[in-house]
């Protein structure tokens, strides 16, 4: 298990952390579980990985779909929102899930503390805070060795 912590004071810092993040991600994958308060920051992270990868298409949370595709970069990106499944809803994805962590290719999981732990596979979890400036810290965490690889680069 490695961690990485990062405080970013602009959206630039933002910018060149997801930049940063998606260079060690774009050509294997990553299966990669976010947390953090309501418009902490989430998508936008994601969004700035996926533009970082090359995805074209518009990045948008899919709070009301649960599933959002993009398959525009050299490797497809998937990125799940469990907010609306809660617990019981959740159980009837994980099979699903296991199979996004399979393989080259990206998926990002907001809300995944719904998950209630049953991500027992390889990822990184990322927590997002923010504080009174409006300031963005990152809390990296990895679970597995090629992850704790990924983890490492950031440093």
Request: proline residues 2%; charged residues 30%.
């Amino acid at each position: 298990m490695t961690k990485f912590e990062k405080l970013c004071k602009t959206i630039d810092e933002t910018k060149a952390l997801a930049e940063q993040f998606a260079n060690l991600i774009k050509d294997n994958g990553c299966f990669i579980n976010l947390y953090g308060e309501i418009g902490a920051g989430k998508t936008a992270f994601t969004r700035l990985v996926a533009q970082a990868i090359g995805v074209t298409e518009k990045v948008t949370s899919p709070s009301f779909v649960i599933l959002n595709e993009y398959h525009s970069a050299k490797i497809p990106i998937y990125h799940f929102d469990l907010y609306r499944l809660e617990n019981e809803g959740v159980k009837t994805i994980l099979d699903e899930l296991r199979e996004y962590s399979e393989g080259r290719q990206i998926t990002f999981v907001e809300w995944a503390e719904f998950s209630k732990g049953e991500i027992p596979f390889d990822h990184i979890e990322i927590n997002v805070t923010y504080d009174d400036n409006d300031y963005r810290k990152y809390f990296f965490e990895s679970f597995g060795q090629d992850c704790d690889s990924i983890i490492k680069g950031l440093k």
